[in-house]
């Protein structure tokens, strides 16, 4: 039996948080070409893309416009006070990064349901 040699598909959000917002929202996400055209995009202007396939599964079941569910707080918040001291100039210790949170360790689709 041939092994099928396509690539799995990609999948891209977009978040946006501006203070006094109480949460990030999602302002935009798609698969494939789509998700493609988000991350070069995002390339072209510089803007940091983070990849964990983990993440961006639950949050592709938020709806374009919402706010990510109170579940996600702590992963989100980890990725966006790391950003904050980078573009502060603070020296890191890492280049990415590490989502330590149970946020993102425990959580699982069943678990997100009910905000949804």
Known sequence: ???STTMP???A???AYEAGDGAPHVVAKGNGLIAEAIINKAHEHDIFVHES???VALLMQVNLDDKIPPALYQAIAEIL???YKLEAGEKLETTVPV???LAIN???TTKLQKFF
């Open 1 to 3: 039996m041939q092994q």
């Open 9 to 11: 598909t990609r999948r």
């Open 13 to 15: 959000i977009v978040l």
């Open 53 to 55: 396939k983990e993440l």
């Open 81 to 83: 006070a790391w950003l």
């Open 99 to 101: 989502l330590t949170s």
């Open 106 to 108: 425990n959580l699982s």
